[in-house]
């Protein structure tokens, strides 16, 4: 797959970071790929803890840990310099280094000195591949479900890896696609699909769900939203280009405008993006369908939970769950009912 | 405008060419910008003339000409040795070169510093300006009509540049919006639409078609289709960005399927254009619609073009014209009727 590619096991990189929420990276692969987080590394004595095994960079490399992935979101998006003795060193002794910071690793000569030195990879997940070519539009064999969002930010990433998890749970053969920086990284592989450029985008979604087995499900993560005023084209893109045979609507409860567009626009219904979704996808995928509805209820009170979800259900008439309060198997029972083996 | 920006007046490069057909540039740019081309430089003695006076650099300078436009399109988008000479002499003689080639220009070492040392531009066509914002979706004041397309390459282009020739020739205030490279060419300024990275495509269309006085139009030229399986996501975030108060369907006469792609896909019919053209363009203009078709009939027997651009007229109930066999004006007739000034 021309796709950017990660060499598992990691050491968590957590630099002098101290709150929690801004190691969200590294929270998200810890929970979503526990067995591939060997360790973690902090810089400073009072930092922040993803319960991993604390270890230096030799003892990394001892313990066969091919990767330093940075886990931490840094205000600005840059590599702060406090860092980058760590992280040279971390070159030098071989290991990859993984960031999705707007400050590309190569750029920083030191790095990118050690690295040519070593060997190692600096791998930067805001960085689409090479080359991507045209949408052909063909179709492709296995099959595939799509998530896609009333907007962004909406937890279109986490429904899919439920979904992954869930699926593999029940005995399917499914894998997550990663279309975003933290979902590469979980992933350890996928294509930044905004970072594409507009001619090649459909073509970069064509790459990320390859031909498959008929059996094999690609579980692909959603981008932005096909009524969003800013990012629509790239809900667009992904959407033909992945030719989903299924699609789930991801929203967040309570949510009533675009998410730092509130002035100017409304979310759509579900029922709206359902038809949209349609409309558009059938372009490559005549047979195009919804099969379910994941709502994030973390912003609603938890005696109100059942209701919520029960309210759209009944509306919309499909399966509609919390993926992170009881799973998706609701949705995927769904999925394998319309696409019978 | 933060868009590529042009200084005329030019001279026309014509390199070696020796066919007319492949220096479709340059004859674009005397067809529709005559009163900007002074002059025109071949290389050698049997070249390709698009009827301007000969010059050298040096007599260009002395004309006060500004810059050098490549007019043709080479093999491969490369540009070729035997030139060099040439345009290193054009740089250092304080000449802007703009080209749409696949090179850049300035990867070219002899003319990146025969440009650094007299002051003078290289400008590919097909980069996009840096720091290109998200879309805001924001009102914007001013008019707009959007050419879109059943397919790529079926007159978009020039159906605009006629409907700005046309309104213009109507006392009308009006100006040519150009989003393709052939285009920026002919504008003097605009937006490679399809280089931009798909997260700021919508952006960028906002920013090629700023705010404006009540009574003018941007005539915007149109890319891809909103039906095409590789490049739909460019039109999307074009259609979005532009927030047209009106569009014109552009098609060519007697095609069938999707140039490229005729295996597998079949055109969408004008209805189905301007329904989706609607239902997508809607979001950042809900009074949207459609005001004409402009119908490339070059492949039709002439005989037959009449009887042609009506049946689709009497079925769509548009008005329906060949922009380059008649003109636009009852295109334009129309749009005055749907907005009064």
Redo the contacts between chains.
Sequence with gaps: MKTIEITPPYLIFLGTETKKHLAKTGAGLVEWRPELCKGQLSLIDNGVSLGLPDMTLQQAVDAGIKTVLIGTATVGGSIPDSWLDALEEAALLGLDIVAGVHTKLGDIPRLKAAAEKSGSKLIDVRVPPAKIP??????RTGKRVLMVGTDCAVGKKYSALAMERDMKAMGMNADFRASGQTGIMIAGEGIP???????F???AAELLSPDNTPDHWDVIEGQGGI?H??????T??LL?GSQPDAFVVCLEAGRTHVAG?ED??ELPSIEDVID?TI??GS??NPAIRCVGISVNTANIPEAERKAYLEEIEKRVGLPTVDPLKGGTQRIIERLKAEFPA
């Design positions: 045209v949408g052909n539009g063909k179709k699909i905004d970072s594409v450029v507009s001619d985008v459909s073509g009524f005023p800013g990012f629509g084209a790239v667009f893109g033909v567009w100017d626009y949209r409309a558009i372009l490559t």
